[in-house]
């Protein structure tokens, strides 16, 4: 292989990191020149800064809250201290992106490694500005993360709204609420917000439920829960129609229900309404690359330019972090392999999600085929449900609340999908992503002496799809 230059336009990112430890592991330095390019400050990436990592920070003292308001054995409701709460996030994220920081600027010690504190902008094909710099490398990896997604709602610009960013960081709340968007966010945010911040909420939600992704009995168990033990209402079948501000500085929210114009009042609006990719003052512009629907192949490729590779949460394919990563360590190999000649092989993944819905305490975990993906795939399959109120160990966790699924390929009884809504379904998440990944037979795992915990659970689902494989 030639001695080749790669750019990695966001290196603090998830994405682009593992993108740079990819390259790095597999090659030898004096055959690579390796510039690492990303302008944020404090910089550390999405997921550290304002995502992942402190949300689960703040959701825990939630949680705890919750579950002890929940239990009538218990006298008494914690008392929310919100600037503790974010003191201590501010102390873990900053250690946190400290460490991202010190790892890229340690990539950068290598030889013919560089890193620059810049924006950069294409101004040509594979030609970027870089502060006073233009650098022609051989490829160029785009990694620049999402943003939030502001919708079109009329009205929108004329009103203020929060963020999860700005829920993560306040340490004050408002009476009242209005809440738009209830996916992998919102259902995070909105319990939190009712919780720590005591705020009276109502909740936008365009279908009979959330959670379309899964069988409608998990959507109908997380309305239950958030109406019931959060007390936040939830406007089903709803679409935004028109925003305006009021005069005391809240919000009035027009919506069209099922044919019918309701209006919502509320102190703050809250925008949950996912993210989109990050390619303003890029420069996509000047160049061959369009980001359409479809502008990013499974190699990780740009659909109009194969040497410039498109990773993370940019490429808008499936915008969370452990695919991110992925995706880098893909995108790394397939360079090193398009640099030598060799065929290029395409990222997959198996999808593996899991929601700290209901304050972590209610978290919905998804690997692997649904019911419906399996359909769609003509497979024939057994897929079987189980309550976790008919687990013992639920009750006397004090959580009898919620349900699991398990499908099966009926031609061998490999372990093909699992979801689950219930107490630790984020811990069980990684022993079922090995089960579907390579895809046990369900009849080897019944009756294996694991401790009579919550994988009891998994038990019930093993031995009933044994049962109906066997017949």
Not at 318 to 324: C, D, F, G, K, R
Not at 326 to 341: D, K, M, T, V
Not at 398 to 424: C, F, K, M, R, W
Request: charged share 25%; hydrophobic share 40%.
């Amino acid at each position: 292989m030639d001695d080749i230059h790669v750019a990695i336009i966001g290196a603090y990112g998830s994405a682009g990191v593992a993108v740079a430890d990819e390259l790095l592991d597999r090659t030898e330095t004096q055959s690579l020149t390796l510039t690492l390019i990303d302008h944020g400050e404090p910089g550390g990436g999405l997921c550290i800064l304002r995502g992942c990592m402190p949300s689960k920070d703040v959701l825990s003292a939630a949680k705890h809250r919750y579950q002890a308001r929940h239990d009538d054995r218990l006298e008494g409701v914690p008392t929310v201290d919100p600037e503790a709460i974010i003191a201590q996030k501010d102390e873990h994220i900053h250690g946190f992106a400290e460490h991202r920081r010190a790892h890229v600027h340690d990539l950068a010690a290598h030889e013919n490694v560089e890193f620059l504190h810049e924006t950069a902008r294409f101004v040509d094909d594979r030609v970027i500005a870089v502060g006073d710099r233009t650098l022609e490398p051989d490829y160029v990896v785009i990694a620049t993360g999402s943003t939030l997604n502001v919708p079109g709602t009329p009205g929108i610009e004329d009103v203020n709204f929060h963020s999860s960013a700005d829920v993560l960081d306040a340490t004050t709340f408002p009476d009242s609420g209005i809440v738009m968007g209830f996916g992998y966010i919102g259902l995070e945010l909105v319990p939190y917000l009712s919780e720590v911040g005591g705020v009276d909420l109502t909740v936008i939600e365009h279908d009979d439920h959330p959670l379309d992704e899964l069988e409608p009995a998990y959507g109908e168990t997380i309305l239950d829960l958030y109406r019931d033990h959060f007390d936040i209402d939830i406007l089903t079948n709803a679409d935004e129609r028109h925003l305006e501000p009021r005069d005391d500085g809240g919000v009035r929210l027009t919506v069209d229900r099922d044919g019918t114009t309701e209006t919502v009042d509320a102190d703050q609006l809250y925008l949950f309404t996912g993210r989109r990719p990050t390619i303003a003052g890029l420069g996509l512009e000047e160049t061959s690359l369009e980001a359409t629907r479809d502008w990013v192949e499974p190699t990780m490729q740009a659909a109009t330019d194969e040497r410039v590779f498109v990773v993370g949460d940019v490429n808008g394919r499936e915008p969370i972090l452990h695919v991110a990563k992925e995706q880098g360590f893909a995108a790394g190999r397939n360079i090193l392999r398009h640099a030598a000649g060799e065929s290029l092989e395409p990222y997959t993944n198996i999808p593996h999600h899991v929601i700290f819905s209901g304050l972590g305490v209610y978290p919905v975990a998804r690997l692997g085929h649904t019911p419906e993906t399996a359909a769609e795939s003509a497979m024939d399959t057994i897929v079987v449900t189980t309550e976790a109120s008919s687990d013992g160990v639920f009750k006397s966790k004090n959580h009898p609340e919620g349900l699991a699924t398990l499908v099966v390929n009926a031609d061998d009884g490999s372990v093909i999908g699992y979801q689950g809504l219930h107490l630790h379904a984020d811990v069980m998440a990684k022993t079922m992503q090995l089960a579907v990944e390579m895809r046990l037979d369900v009849r080897d795992l019944p009756d294996r002496a694991y401790h009579p915990t919550t994988p009891e659970i998994l038990d019930t689902l093993f031995r009933k799809a044994v049962a109906e494989l066997e017949s």
